[in-house]
């Protein structure tokens, strides 16, 4: 008789777990998405969406499901028409260290161009729908001269520097011969470093990637032909692919990255800085894998 409190106070946080676990399921159902408390062998999916500017969050998801023995592949959903050289790299890094573990397969959304495909190129198989925007392999510097401007209302820029291209760049100034050339060196490295990126990962060769990358763009349907990517079909075909790489027989089952819990007024804030950014620029200074029609 003594021991009846302490089992029934067993059973009654045994209930209560058991709620909470179902509650979850129920929830992850009801939103149309799987839970992660899902058994079994399962798909990663991951949304990249929008201009690439940073890389962490993107980077802890692809591990997440790079190091959970469970998930058997990722796909990755690209909407994006690139952005920054340095978090794309960084994304593709991150894509080419998951691929050697696992299979992981691209699905392109309305745009996948130039970061957004450096990103998917280490992927083992790249879907795009045959409407997609893809390709734009370059890279891009914008810079924009406002001297005339600021003489108009009589403000004149005095700049003390180090050394005689510290201000390379500057909009308070014209570009000279000498500041074009060491900029398109900078341009012409990383260029080169995005069609090795390609060849190397889509096993074509050089010459044949110089050709297709000076800038435009294609269609999936024309990428297909030009072997940027492997076939054409939406998101759910992507996870067909991914589940028979695997070897997962059946309907496999999705699950996504943990929801971000980042407060909605720090992401607020970061987007109309963005924006103010944007506007003010014209865009990033700093080099770009970028589409300019998105």
């Known amino acids: 008789m003594k021991k009846r409190p302490f089992l029934m106070a067993l059973l009654t946080l045994g209930a209560i777990f058991v709620f909470f676990l179902l509650l979850i399921v129920v929830v992850g159902k009801m939103s149309g998405r799987s839970s992660r408390f899902v058994y079994g062998d399962k798909v990663g999916y991951i949304t990249i969406a929008g201009a690439i500017t940073t890389s962490e969050k993107i980077i802890e998801q692809i591990d997440n499901f790079k190091e959970d023995s469970s998930v058997k592949a990722i796909v990755l959903r690209v909407n994006s028409p690139g952005g920054g050289v340095s978090p794309s790299q960084e994304i593709y890094d991150e894509v080419k260290a998951a691929a050697a573990l696992k299979p992981v397969v691209v699905s392109m959304g309305s745009v996948a161009a ?171 200074a700093g080099l770009q894998f970028h589409w300019s029609g998105k």
């Open 114 to 284: 130039s970061g957004g495909y450096y990103i998917a190129v280490p992927a083992q198989r790249i879907l795009a729908n045959p409407g997609t925007i893809t390709g734009s392999i370059g890279v891009i510097m914008q810079f924009t001269n406002v001297e005339e401007l600021l003489g108009k209302v009589g403000l004149k820029s005095q700049v003390v520097k180090s050394g005689l291209h510290k201000d390379i760049g500057s909009p308070m100034r014209p570009m000279s011969s000498a500041d074009r050339e060491i900029l398109q060196s900078l341009i012409d490295d990383v260029y080169a470093q995005f069609v090795q990126a390609v060849a190397e990962s889509r096993q074509m060769d050089p010459d044949k990637v110089r050709q297709l990358a000076d800038g435009r763009i294609f269609t999936g349907r024309q990428a297909l032909e030009a072997g940027l990517v492997d076939e054409l079909g939406g998101y759910q075909d992507a996870i067909r692919v991914a589940a028979e790489l695997a070897g997962i027989e059946g309907k496999p089952k999705v699950v996504y990255p943990v929801a971000d819990k980042q407060e909605f007024l720090q992401h607020f804030i970061q987007e109309t800085a963005q924006l103010v950014k944007q506007s003010v620029q014209n865009g990033d």
